[in-house]
C-alpha cells in the first residue's frame, strides 16, 4: 500500500481547488480554507442528522421502545451496556458473576462492546442503559461516516463530492443498516478508517529514502493501540478488516511491485503494531480462549449462516427500493449483509474495467471479490436452494477461529472497497479532460447508490419495567452482587426478564439467560444452559397455561435449585400467565408477599 494515496488523482490533488483549476485565485487568504471547513462540516453534521433520523422511532420514549426487527438482541446489549458502568466503580471483570449465576459469563467469548458502554457510561448511569443503546445506534452509524470522509478526504486527499458520497456508503449501506437491527459491535466502525491512516502511513514512510525510524514506530504503536481497543469494541469487525487488508495488500503488492526495502520497512512497522497489540490484548485473549466459562468453537453454523448469491443483486427491505419479497434470501433483518442491488453491481463492473490500471481499484476489486465468495459459505445456495456446490468458505472450516465466524458477514468487508473504488472513479472523472465523463460518472453513481438509501428502522412498543426493579425496591430481599431468581427466568429465546437487572444497572445476578457459554456436549459452545428442574416446572407453566400439582420432590428440587443459584430472593413479575406462575410458585415455596406489581419470596429455603 506504498502510494495509495498520491495515486488518489493528479500530482496536485492536494492543492487548493482553484490551483488545481489553473485559474487565480480572487479570495482573499484563508476564505479558500474557510470554505473547505464550513463543507466538510456540513456534511459531518448531514451524517449525523440522517443517523437520528433512521432511529427517529425509538427517541419517544427509549425504555418502552424497541427494534421492532430483533427485540431479544437489544435486551442482550443493553444488558452488557449496563454492565459496563461496573467499569468505572471497579467492580467490572472480563467474567461476570451478573449474569448465569453462580457460573457466570466470559464477556468476551459473547460480542460485548466493553469500550462502548464504558465511555457511554455516564450516560447509562443517569438515563438508563435503554437511552445510551437508542445513542450508540445512531452514533456507530453517524461516527463510521464522518471517520470514513476524514480519511477520504485527508488522507487520500479526496475531493467533497467523492469523499462525501464513499463515505456515506461506508456508514450507511444496507448491510450498516441491516446490522443496526441490535448488532452495535458490527456497525461501531469508526476506528477502521483510522487504522487505515496508520497503514497508510507506515507505507509513506517506508518509501523515505532516509529511513524514519521514529516514525515508523510511532504509528506501528498507535496501530496496535487502535487494534487494542477494537477488540473491546467489535472483535468479529477486527477480525474481518485483518483479512481484508491482507488481500488488499497483496494485490495491490502485486500490481505495483515495490522495492524490497520499502517491504521490510513496511513490515517492520507492522511487526511494531503487532507487538503492541499482543502486548495489550495477550491477557483479554487468554481469558477470551482459555479461561472460565470460555468457548472453543462459534455458536453458529456456517452452514446456515451462508449467504444466498442472489442477494447481492437484490434490494435490501430497508431501502427505498426494497420489500419484503427479498427477506427470504436471508436468515434474518438484521443480515441483509449482501444486499447491494443489481444496479450497483453492474457499475462496480463497468468501473474497474474502466479503472483496471489504477492499482488501488484493482486491489479494491479483487479483496470485495475475495470477500463476498467467502460470504457464500461452505456450500453455494441461490434463491434459497441448496446447489451442492463446494464454496470457498469450505477450505477454511477446520481452521481455528475462522470456523467460528458467520460467512454471511464477510460481504460487510466489500462495502468499504466499493466505497474506494466509487471515491477512485469520482476523482477519475473531476479530474477528466472530457465534459460526459464528469457529467456521465456523477450521475451513474447517483443512479446506482439512490435505490439503496435507507429507510427509518422499524420501532415498536415494549412493555415497561416493574417499579420494583426501576425505584430501588429490590433491595428489600437482596443486597448488592446477591442473585434474584425472577420468574419467568431469562432464556435465550425470551430474555425479557434482564431487563430487570439491566434496570438496576446489573447490581444483581440472574440465573440462566441469554449468553454464550460452553454448555454443549464435550464443552463446544451454546447459546444459553440448560434448565434446572425448577426451571422446566415453571417454563412449562408459561408454555401451557396449566398449573401443575406440586409434591414433596418437586420442593426439594426447588430447594436444591434455589441453593445451587445461591438466590436471596424469588420474585414474580408481571407477565400474561402471572395467575398460573403464583399458584404454582405458592404450592413450590408457600405463600409469597407483594410489593408494587410483583410479589417477592425472601430467602427462607
Known amino acids: 500500500m506504498t502510494s495509495t494515496a498520491p495515486a488518489l488523482g493528479s500530482t496536485n490533488s492536494s492543492a487548493p481547488p482553484e490551483q488545481r483549476s489553473g485559474q487565480p485565485s480572487s479570495a482573499a487568504p484563508g476564505s479558500g480554507h474557510r470554505r473547505r471547513a464550513l463543507v466538510d462540516v456540513s456534511i459531518g453534521v448531514a451524517y449525523v442528522a440522517f443517523a437520528a433520523w433512521l432511529t427517529l422511532g425509538l427517541w419517544p420514549d427509549p425504555d418502552t421502545r424497541t427494534l421492532a426487527l430483533n427485540p431479544p438482541d437489544q435486551i442482550l446489549y443493553e444488558w452488557f451496556l449496563a454492565h459496563d458502568t461496573t467499569l468505572w466503580s471497579g467492580d467490572f471483570s472480563l467474567v461476570s458473576d451478573r449474569l448465569n449465576a453462580p457460573y457466570g459469563v466470559n464477556l468476551l467469548a459473547n460480542t460485548t462492546v466493553i469500550a462502548l458502554g464504558g465511555l457511554f457510561a455516564p450516560i447509562t448511569a443517569h438515563y438508563g442503559a435503554a437511552t445510551t443503546f437508542s445513542l450508540l445506534i445512531a452514533f456507530n452509524l453517524a461516527l463510521t461516516a464522518i471517520s470514513w470522509y476524514v480519511f477520504l478526504r485527508r488522507t487520500l486527499r479526496a475531493g467533497p463530492l467523492a469523499a ?9 449501506a444496507p448491510g450498516m443498516v441491516s446490522q443496526s437491527n441490535s448488532h452495535l459491535h458490527m456497525t461501531a466502525q469508526f476506528l477502521i478508517p483510522l487504522m487505515l491512516w496508520c497503514v497508510v502511513e507506515l507505507a509513506r514512510a517506508a518509501r523515505q529514502p532516509v529511513p524514519a525510524g521514529r516514525r515508523m514506530v510511532g504509528f506501528g504503536v498507535l496501530f496496535g493501540t487502535l487494534v487494542g481497543f477494537q477488540l473491546f469494541i467489535g472483535e468479529e469487525t477486527l477480525f474481518l478488516t485483518a483479512i481484508t487488508l491482507m488481500i488488499f495488500t497483496v494485490v495491490y503488492a502485486a500490481r505495483t511491485r515495490p522495492a524490497l526495502k520499502e517491504l521490510g520497512r513496511f513490515a517492520a512497522g507492522v511487526a511494531v503494531a503487532v507487538g503492541t497489540a499482543v502486548a495489550l490484548l495477550g491477557y483479554p485473549l487468554w481469558t477470551q480462549f482459555k479461561g472460565p466459562q470460555s468457548v472453543s468453537d462459534g455458536v453458529f453454523s456456517p452452514h446456515y449462516f451462508s449467504a444466498d448469491l442472489a442477494g447481492f443483486a437484490a434490494f435490501s427491505p430497508l431501502t427505498l427500493a426494497g420489500d419484503g419479497s427479498a427477506s427470504s434470501l436471508t436468515t ?120 439503496l438509501v435507507p429507510t427509518p428502522l422499524p420501532t415498536t412498543d415494549r412493555a415497561p419495567v416493574s417499579p420494583f426493579f426501576t425505584e430501588g425496591l429490590w433491595r428489600q430481599c437482596a443486597t448488592d452482587g446477591q442473585t434474584i431468581v425472577t420468574v419467568p427466568l431469562p432464556t435465550p429465546e425470551r430474555p425479557e426478564p434482564m431487563r430487570n437487572a439491566t434496570a438496576a444497572q446489573t447490581a444483581f445476578a440472574l440465573p440462566e439467560g441469554f449468553f454464550i457459554g460452553p454448555y454443549g456436549k464435550d464443552g463446544h459452545a451454546t447459546m444459553g444452559i440448560g434448565k434446572l428442574p425448577t426451571s422446566w416446572v415453571l417454563s412449562e407453566v408459561i408454555r401451557t397455561g396449566i398449573v401443575p400439582k406440586i409434591n414433596d420432590d418437586h420442593r426439594l428440587d426447588a430447594r436444591k435449585d434455589l441453593t445451587r443459584w445461591k438466590a436471596a430472593c424469588v420474585v414474580l413479575t408481571p407477565n400474561p400467565r402471572h395467575e398460573e406462575l403464583k399458584l404454582t410458585l405458592e404450592q413450590l415455596l408457600g405463600p409469597g408477599t407483594p410489593v408494587e406489581d410483583v410479589i417477592i419470596w425472601p430467602r427462607r429455603w
Open 164 to 172: 462525501g458520497v464513499g463515505a456515506a456508503f461506508c456508514g450507511f
Open 332 to 451: 434474518g433483518p438484521a443480515e441483509y449483509n449482501t444486499f447491494l442491488g443489481w444496479p450497483l453491481l453492474v457499475l462496480v463492473a463497468v468501473l474497474l474495467v474502466w479503472l483496471r490500471r489504477d492499482a488501488v481499484a484493482l486491489a479494491c476489486g479483487a479483496a470485495a471479490l475475495a470477500m463476498s465468495l467467502l460470504s457464500l459459505g461452505p456450500e453455494l445456495i441461490v434463491a434459497g436452494h441448496r446447489t451442492g456446490v463446494p464454496g470457498p468458505f469450505w477450505l477454511l472450516l477446520k481452521l481455528p477461529v475462522v470456523d467460528g465466524a458467520l460467512p454471511m458477514r464477510f460481504a460487510l468487508a466489500a462495502i468499504p472497497l466499493v466505497a474506494l473504488l466509487l471515491v477512485r472513479a469520482l476523482e477519475q472523472a473531476r479530474q477528466s479532460t472530457l465534459r460526459q465523463v464528469r457529467i456521465a460518472v456523477p450521475v451513474l453513481v447517483g443512479a446506482a447508490l439512490l435505490p
